[in-house]
């Protein structure tokens, strides 16, 4: 009832306001796994990414960006709704049977839903994991006109599925032949769907494109094409024996693979070239110059199936990797670009995080955003017009490891670990203008801002049955 209320009161505000003429086209690209180094654009060395490089050059670059958290679907449940990790609905990577995550509510609202009331035609294409087919989080169900890829995240680990998922029909992919070949790569497979939906939009109706790419998500699988020759032999290795595809692969697994650093950085290349793809579909079909096209990721970059984060780099000198909320764990690429509004070769220092994209979309829209969110509008950094607002503090929790908790407030820092068994436990405080690489505890030494950060921490966070703190 309540998700219905607002509805009609977004589609009143809609056909009232002025913004409803020449609204720009949305395009939100999120890898999976890739860390704030792994480009070009924050110091990358060994890898080459010159399309997203390329897209900042056109746009512009926030330094200080960051995930809903630092694991898959909770970061991704903040993205949709808007809400941080105190609030937002899914808090971990919950599995349930027979295929899937845990689902949303039906009583949450996500931007995809605001978008799609407001006329906008909704699609996804890519890993969802936020409920399953046919569940209350379904995709289709959430505001999503179309769904193309890996429902669950579990099955997302594999490179060469069985088969994915096309709204509620299942996609069985014969010639992969239940994990014992090799022979349809799914990402390429979800990038062409992509492109295709690009090519039938009609230009008189507004869209939003949610492109959730696995890669380079582990495992550390791609074709063994000219992306994956150019950096073989190139990097020492070290082999990685995990669970290989054949007669009896699971799901879930990560395959073996001989030369894993040449793998990962060939699907953040592959990734890269996607990018470069959607850019140049964009110009072909006339849509390049009244599109936001924003390029980010979902956590810091993984350990898991071969990967090797310290080797590349990947945590931009950052401390931590996925599953920390040190910087490395949830500070993100996060690249903008939109053809005459958003000033190219630009920086912003604005302090943000995925709570922010439901409200500044929702303007972009000409819609109305729900009242009990966490995120701000930042379309006046993009825009250079009017007053940005900022935030007070930035909260962030991850359930898995005994549990942690982290509060950013303008350059302070403090992060609390083993929640579970002491929620009122001490906290780390860092200074990240000296020590942005948070080395320093300074929590001995600045005792009224440590209690102060841990007050807010326990203010932002409300208790989740489904989710409870230790638990993921």
Same mark, same amino acid.
């Given at each position: 009832?309540?998700?219905?209320?607002?509805?009609?009161?977004?589609?009143?505000?809609?056909?009232?306001?002025?913004?409803?003429?020449?609204?720009?086209?949305?395009?939100?690209?999120?890898?999976?796994?890739?860390?704030?180094?792994?480009?070009?654009?924050?110091?990358?060395?060994?890898?080459?990414?010159?399309?997203?490089?390329?897209?900042?050059?056109?746009?512009?670059?926030?330094?200080?960006?960051?995930?809903?958290?630092?694991?898959?679907?909770?970061?991704?449940?903040?993205?949709?709704?808007?809400?941080?990790?105190?609030?937002?609905?899914?808090?971990?990577?919950?599995?349930?049977?027979?295929?899937?995550?845990?689902?949303?509510?039906?009583?949450?609202?996500?931007?995809?839903?605001?978008?799609?009331?407001?006329?906008?035609?909704?699609?996804?294409?890519?890993?969802?994991?936020?409920?399953?087919?046919?569940?209350?989080?379904?995709?289709?169900?959430?505001?999503?006109?179309?769904?193309?890829?890996?429902?669950?995240?579990?099955?997302?680990?594999?490179?060469?599925?069985?088969?994915?998922?096309?709204?509620?029909?299942?996609?069985?992919?014969?010639?992969?032949?239940?994990?014992?070949?090799?022979?349809?790569?799914?990402?390429?497979?979800?990038?062409?769907?992509?492109?295709?939906?690009?090519?039938?939009?009609?230009?008189?109706?507004?869209?939003?494109?949610?492109?959730?790419?696995?890669?380079?998500?582990?495992?550390?699988?791609?074709?063994?094409?000219?992306?994956?020759?150019?950096?073989?032999?190139?990097?020492?290795? *070290?082999?990685?024996?995990?669970?290989?595809?054949?007669?009896?692969? *699971?799901?879930?697994?990560?395959?073996?693979?001989?030369?894993?650093?040449?793998?990962?950085?060939?699907?953040?290349?592959?990734?890269?070239?996607?990018?470069?793809?959607?850019?140049?579909?964009?110009?072909?079909?006339?849509?390049?110059?009244?599109?936001?096209?924003?390029?980010?990721?979902?956590?810091?970059?993984?350990?898991?199936?071969?990967?090797?984060?310290?080797?590349?780099?990947?945590?931009?000198?950052?401390?931590?990797?996925?599953?920390?909320?040190?910087?490395?764990?949830?500070?993100?690429?996060?690249?903008?670009?939109?053809?005459?509004?958003?000033?190219?070769?630009?920086?912003?220092?604005?302090?943000?995080?995925?709570?922010?994209?439901?409200?500044?979309?929702?303007?972009?829209?000409?819609?109305?955003?729900?009242?009990?969110?966490?995120?701000?509008?930042?379309?006046?950094?993009?825009?250079?017009?009017?007053?940005?607002?900022?935030?007070?503090?930035?909260?962030?929790?991850?359930?898995?490891?005994?549990?942690?908790?982290?509060?950013?407030?303008?350059?302070?820092?403090?992060?609390?670990?083993?929640?579970?068994?002491?929620?009122?436990?001490?906290?780390?405080?860092?200074?990240?203008?000296?020590?942005?690489?948070?080395?320093?505890?300074?929590?001995?030494?600045?005792?009224?801002?440590?209690?102060?950060?841990?007050?807010?921490?326990?203010?932002?966070?409300?208790?989740?049955?489904?989710?409870?703190?230790?638990?993921?």
């Amino acid at each position: 009832m309540l998700k219905s209320f607002f509805y009609v009161l977004a589609f009143m505000v809609f056909c009232l306001s002025s913004k409803g003429q020449n609204r720009p086209n949305i395009i939100f690209i999120l890898a999976d796994d890739l860390g704030y180094g792994d480009v070009g654009i924050n110091g990358q060395k060994l890898i080459k990414t010159p399309h997203i490089d390329r897209l900042a050059k056109e746009g512009m670059q926030f330094t200080q960006f960051y995930a809903g958290t630092s694991v898959c679907a909770p970061s991704r449940s903040s993205l949709m709704t808007g809400q941080h990790t105190g609030h937002t609905y899914i808090r971990g990577n919950k599995g349930v049977d027979p295929e899937g995550q845990e689902p949303i509510a039906d009583s949450v609202v996500t931007v995809a839903e605001i978008l799609q009331q407001a006329g906008y035609t909704t699609a996804a294409f890519g890993k969802w994991g936020l409920g399953p087919v046919g569940s209350e989080g379904d995709p289709n169900k959430q505001g999503f006109n179309r769904f193309y890829g890996y429902n669950c995240q579990s099955l997302a680990h594999r490179a060469y599925p069985n088969h994915l998922w096309d709204n509620a029909r299942k996609i069985v992919l014969e010639s992969n032949q239940n994990l014992r070949q090799t022979n349809e790569y799914a990402p390429d497979l979800i990038q062409k769907q992509a492109l295709n939906f690009l090519d039938a939009q009609d230009k008189s109706k507004p869209f939003f494109l949610f492109l959730p790419y696995i890669l380079p998500h582990a495992e550390l699988a791609v074709p063994d094409d000219s992306i994956f020759a150019q950096y073989k032999g190139k990097f020492a290795e *070290k082999p990685f024996k995990g669970a290989d595809y054949g007669p009896n692969a *699971k799901d879930g697994g990560y395959t073996s693979q001989a030369y894993p650093h040449a793998a990962f950085a060939a699907m953040v290349t592959r990734l890269d070239l996607y990018v470069g793809q959607l850019m140049a579909k964009l110009k072909a079909s006339g849509l390049d110059q009244n599109t936001l096209v924003i390029f980010s990721s979902d956590n810091g970059p993984h350990i898991e199936g071969g990967g090797d984060p310290t080797f590349f780099t990947s945590s931009g000198g950052f401390r931590g990797v996925k599953r920390d909320l040190y910087e490395g764990g949830i500070r993100e690429p996060f690249v903008a670009r939109w053809p005459g509004v958003i000033k190219p070769g630009t920086k912003s220092d604005y302090i943000g995080a995925f709570w922010d994209l439901m409200p500044t979309f929702a303007e972009l829209a000409g819609a109305k955003a729900p009242a009990r969110i966490d995120g701000l509008s930042f379309v006046p950094s993009l825009t250079g017009k009017g007053t940005q607002k900022k935030h007070d503090y930035l909260y962030w929790e991850f359930h898995e490891g005994g549990g942690k908790q982290a509060v950013r407030q303008g350059n302070w820092k403090a992060v609390r670990l083993q929640v579970a068994k002491d929620p009122n436990g001490p906290v780390e405080l860092y200074d990240l203008t000296k020590d942005p690489a948070e080395t320093r505890n300074l929590a001995a030494q600045f005792p009224d801002k440590a209690k102060q950060l841990a007050q807010l921490m326990n203010a932002s966070h409300v208790e989740s049955a489904i989710f409870p703190f230790g638990k993921e």
